[in-house]
């Protein structure tokens, strides 16, 4: 698979919002916007990756057991 400038810069983004995101700054934005996102994209980016890591978070908090079938979709 190869990404573009631009998806892989997102990837990067999202990735350190995920792991670390205290140590966010305006550069990482302006990386974002060095290849090409607009500042809408960046908007829609930050709101679907906090989204998903809220779901997982609430989710793993809440420590439900998940059934084989459950367990077999996740790997797949």
């Not at 990386?31 to 607009?38: A, C, F, N, Y």
């Not at 809440?62 to 996740?74: F, I, T, V, Y």
Request: glycine share 4%.
């Amino acid at each position: 698979m190869n990404l573009t400038k631009a998806e892989y810069a997102m990837l990067e983004y999202v990735e350190k919002l995920t792991l670390t995101p205290s140590l966010m700054t305006e550069a990482d934005v302006q990386k974002l916007r060095d290849v090409g996102w607009t500042d809408r994209d960046i908007l829609d980016i930050v709101h679907v990756c906090t989204y998903f890591n809220f779901r997982a978070r609430v989710v793993d908090g809440l420590g439900p057991e998940l059934d084989n079938w459950q367990l077999k979709r996740a790997r797949a």
